[in-house]
């Protein structure tokens, strides 16, 4: 059973960048319907599909497959609703979680968030300093909410 806890926070200033590598993320939507989305995304080696139920506060159901990085490359490019997602992903570990910060480019340039997933919704974390206000529950910052209403038209 797929089942993803997560919570989102803005990230201030740039004290966070200190040591971090990033990788390329390229994502698309074929599906963004409330009850459910299907996502297609690369991150430059490997393919995965996704499937996401709704959110109940930082839960939902979430099953995600690898798929060929190719097949992914045409889906993105030939099916998914545009404009695809672009961001640079890092992974910071701080205590006994990683922290992955999500830096938009394009046409959601300037908008960048932290995640953490936890193994329960009401898990305690560590806060690093650079951790903002948090926007787990804002459609806003849906990655899917992205494509129709991009962050630099906001």
Not at 2 to 22: N, Y
Not at 79 to 88: M, S
Request: glycine fraction near 10%; charged fraction near 30%.
């Amino acid at each position: 059973m797929g089942i993803e806890i997560e919570r989102k926070f803005l990230v201030q200033g740039e004290d966070w960048r200190a040591g971090a590598v990033g990788t390329g993320y390229r994502q698309g939507f074929l599906n963004r319907a409330q009850e459910r989305t299907v996502r297609i995304r690369t991150d430059g080696t490997r393919g995965f599909i996704t499937v996401k139920g709704p959110s109940v506060g930082p839960v939902r159901r979430e099953f995600e497959y690898e798929i060929p990085v190719e097949d992914a490359d045409a889906i993105l490019e030939e099916l998914c609703e545009k404009p695809i997602i672009e961001k640079i992903r890092y992974r910071i570990p701080r205590g006994n979680h990683t922290w992955e910060i999500d830096e938009f480019l394009g046409e959601n340039e300037g908008l960048i968030v932290a995640e953490i997933e936890l193994s329960q919704a009401d898990e305690s974390f560590t806060r690093p300093p650079w951790l903002g206000r948090e926007v787990t529950g804002d459609p806003r910052y849906f990655n899917a909410n992205l494509v129709s209403h991009p962050y630099r038209q906001w």
